[in-house]
């Protein structure tokens, strides 16, 4: 199956900065695809790219197997999406909001139809407000009410959990699964809410300075028998060197200035430990992490990985 | 397309601020009437000191002069002086505004060209400009004439004075408004060409006005080294041309001919100076939007 997005080498300077440095990866139909990265790394570049907000400086964006520049409306006509906050007309209602936007989709929308997305969005009720009169969270849900408006194949969400309380982001959690699980399109979400990702995303990339850290299945990624530990030990070069020669090889991730990187079953642990034992290596300090956020920032939060495995 | 500019036609006028400027020109005509109603006769020895050395002025002059379409012309050069910033009130709030309110990247996230979006950002501000001109032409000239009645136009000049026929003005008010309106849509779409560069409206509006108060004064300027390097290339030297409808031939007996125009050539090369400064303006929005990246 050919998939719905396929990025190959995008780059994007800005004057001497690199936004976005030769990224590739491709989303597959129907699935919940996480976008990663502290802020800065390139997520919001790459998502205006892939809406044609920003031109590439150079690299090749294909969505549904056509290339974005030469069938760009073609594409949009079938892509809906919300960039950051969810700004919309504050001097008009919800339901002129989306009638606006319905129509520069390119499709007549009924109003039972107009009125039903902001049901499904909770805000039915709302719909001759004013959106000035909005909360952030409704805001939010008017946002995705505007990209889903045209019924696009294709939803990218740049951090659509945004400035929402507890009860905010369950809701957007709630509405992504079911348009994933139910309506069976493809979504494309960045955000910073690590563990909301872990909650609704199926694949996932992780870049940092622009460049793609790692890409895969979340589940394949992170296991949550899995788990990334870092290794101080009295030297840790040497302590690299000897294990790039044992049989422990095969967890190591990469070296950072300050520890290594082992990524391996929880079950394995006991048995490293012995090993790192038995090889005379001084243990500082061996600190498991768990959480898809652990993950993210044991890829991203230093810079000077040296070496890690895709 | 056109569905398109209804879009933006809609939410032009659902905007409040729309209708400070239609506000403001009802407020400016009205005090005009009201005070010419109960003092007119003040007003017109004011202007009437300034060329009664030229000839002689009788009471039946000047009872006849002060009428509808006498005070529209007063009008007119008041407020056609006024209007531009109130014409760039929109022109400039066209894609600064949508970059202001965040949502001008969603817009351009939906099938729709940006040239295509740039043409109906600048027609809808045309058509508001134009409806800002009907209105401002009901309420001066059908408002002046409902209130002070017709009669022989007589239009004051340093050359001299210019006098038309009751029956042979309105034609030239439609000539001159719809002259007035290429004139404002230059404006408009230097205040649109700006509009690009910005994230917020102020900006634009103001930098509008001060070019086009810049360039007006520079057109004034009396230093004839100006005149032909110039003031000929300046737009606001050609957006006061409509007057040019008001200034009529004369037979060898000094008689106004009526149904004519001393110099059609002059204004129609000023209309296409003003219509060539539009594609230029607009022309080169859309060639920078075209190329822009949306950061905002």
Redesign the interface.
């Known amino acids: 199956m050919n998939p719905v997005i396929q990025v190959t080498h995008l780059t994007k300077d800005f004057k001497d900065v690199k936004a976005v440095n030769d990224l590739s990866f491709s989303v597959e139909a129907g699935q919940v695809y996480g976008f990663l990265g502290q802020n800065g790394a390139g997520k919001s570049t790459t998502i205006r790219m892939l809406l044609t907000l920003i031109k590439q400086t150079s690299g090749n964006i294909e969505i549904f197997g056509l290339n974005l520049q030469k069938h760009r409306n073609e594409i949009l006509r079938q892509v809906g999406a919300i960039i950051e906050r969810p700004d919309l007309y504050k001097y008009l209602t919800a339901l002129e909001n989306l009638r606006i936007f319905a129509a520069m989709s390119g499709v007549k929308v009924s109003e039972k139809k107009l009125m039903d997305q902001l049901a499904m969005v909770g805000l039915a009720e709302r719909a001759h407000s004013k959106v000035k009169t909005y909360s952030q969270g409704m805001k939010q849900r008017l946002g995705i009410a505007t990209a889903l408006v045209h019924d696009p194949k294709l939803i990218i969400l740049d951090e659509p959990t945004n400035g929402l309380d507890p009860q905010g982001i369950a809701d957007i959690r709630n509405l992504i699964l079911h348009l994933s699980k139910e309506m069976n399109k493809t979504l494309l979400i960045s955000s910073h809410l690590l563990s909301e990702m872990e909650l609704i995303a199926d694949s996932m990339i992780i870049i940092d300075k622009g460049k793609k850290v790692v890409e895969g299945k979340v589940n394949e990624l992170f296991d949550p028998a899995e788990t990334v530990v870092e290794l101080k030990t009295t030297d840790d070069s040497a302590t690299y060197e000897k294990l790039q020669q044992s049989n422990l090889k095969k967890f190591v991730q990469g070296k950072r200035n300050d520890c290594l990187l082992l990524k391996l079953h929880r079950d394995e642990i006991p048995a490293v430990m012995k090993e790192l034992v038995q090889m005379d290596i001084g243990v500082l300090s061996f600190y498991s992490k768990h959480s898809l956020e652990d993950y993210f920032l044991s890829l991203t939060a230093h810079p000077h990985v040296e070496t890690l495995k895709n | 397309m056109w ?2 500019l209804k ?1 933006e036609l ?2 032009i006028f ?3 601020r729309t209708y400070i400027a239609f506000g403001a020109v009802a407020a400016i005509v009205f005090l005009f009437q009201i005070g010419l109603k109960f003092d007119g006769k003040s007003y017109l020895d004011l202007i009437l000191n300034n060329v009664s050395d030229s000839f002689e002025v009788s009471d039946d002059f000047k009872s006849r002069l002060l009428n509808g379409y006498f005070i529209c012309f007063a009008i007119l050069n008041i407020l056609l002086i006024q209007m531009p910033l109130l014409v760039a009130l929109i022109a400039g709030d066209a894609i600064a505004g949508e970059a202001n ?3 001008l ?9 940006r040239t295509e979006y740039m043409l109906v950002k600048f027609m809808a501000s045309v058509i508001y400009t134009l409806i800002l001109l009907l209105w401002l032409a009901v309420l001066a000239l059908f408002g002046s004439m409902l209130i002070f009645g017709t009669n022989t136009l007589v239009v004051f000049r340093s050359e001299g004075i210019e006098m038309m026929n009751s029956f042979d003005v309105l034609w030239r008010y439609v000539a001159a408004f719809g002259y007035a309106a290429v004139a404002l849509t230059t404006v408009s779409a230097l205040a649109f060409l700006l509009s690009v560069f910005a994230e917020n409206s102020i900006g634009p509006i103001i930098a509008t006005m001060s070019i086009v108060i810049v360039l007006t004064i520079l057109s004034e300027f009396n230093i004839p080294i100006y005149d032909k390097t110039v003031k000929p290339y300046l737009f606001t030297t050609h957006m006061v041309a409509w007057k040019g409808f008001f200034y009529v031939q004369a037979d060898a007996d000094n008689k106004t001919i009526d149904g004519t125009i001393q110099n059609l050539p002059a204004i129609l090369r000023s209309m296409g100076i003003l219509i060539a400064y539009i594609i230029g303006f607009v022309g080169t929005a859309i060639w920078i939007f075209k ?1 822009k ?3 905002t």
């Open positions: 569905k398109l879009i809609f939410k659902k905007r409040p309110m965040g949502t990247r969603l817009s351009l996230t939906k099938p729709i060209s190329r990246d949306i950061l």
